[in-house]
């Protein structure tokens, strides 16, 4: 059965045991549990990675400068695994990650590296160098941030691959509505810590 951002909500609330209170507004129940359920995400994400392993499109560059040896990444962008060089083809390769010595920063810096091309990673752009060897297709492969299935609202449903640790999600917006009302959180923290240890266990018995 498909669980929601409601039927979460709801048993966060009931395992803080503020069902009649108005301290936390049902909105802000719905965010914690949204943001738990990132969490978990991530958790689960960091274990069973193959499952959340997403190719994003190709990009096309000229390079010779940096502005066009540069390209964004996907809106639901989480974390990178891996930059592609000619994806499809033969001459596809992996590229490594650049990263830049301890130098002065400036204007004056230009990094030598060879004719063979790096990537870095500025916030949501991928930065291909040395420029003079940025012109091809490029792809990214990644993991994609937290998705629910629905429209975006209290409806929405639970990826059906994390369903089986759903209680992460409760426990962890319970513990969020107890930090606003300020009150003991004792046991909740070990239980989480027990969920976590189940999804490490589920992936030595896959």
Same mark, same amino acid.
């Given at each position: %059965? ?31 549990? $949204? ?19 997403? %190719? ?43 990263? $830049? ?7 004056? &810096? ?50 059906? $691959? ?26 909740? &923290? ?17």
């Amino acid at each position: %059965m498909a669980i929601s951002v409601a039927t979460l909500e709801t048993r966060a609330r009931t395992r803080a045991d503020m069902v009649n209170s108005s301290f936390v507004t049902t909105t802000e129940g719905e965010q914690y549990v $949204r943001d738990a359920y990132a969490e978990l995400w991530e958790e689960v994400a960091n274990v069973f990675q193959d499952w959340f392993i997403t %190719m994003g499109s190709s990009s096309t560059l000229t390079g010779g400068t940096e502005a066009l040896s540069k390209f964004n990444v996907t809106a639901d962008f989480g974390w990178l695994l891996h930059v592609e060089q000619d994806p499809g083809t033969t001459q596809r390769r992996y590229l490594s990650e650049f990263n $830049r010595p301890n130098l002065p920063s400036g204007p004056i &810096y230009v990094p030598v590296v060879g004719l063979t091309p790096f990537y870095r990673l500025e916030g949501k752009t991928i930065v291909i160098e040395p420029y003079e060897s940025a012109a091809g297709t490029f792809r990214i492969i990644y993991v994609p941030t937290a998705t629910w299935d629905g429209i975006g609202d209290a409806n929405d449903t639970m990826d059906t $691959r994390l369903e089986r640790w759903a209680q992460y999600v409760t426990i962890r917006a319970a513990i969020m509505y107890l930090h606003k009302e300020e009150s003991s959180t004792e046991g909740l &923290y070990g239980e989480l810590a027990a969920l976590k240890e189940r999804i490490l266990i589920a992936k030595e018995e896959a």
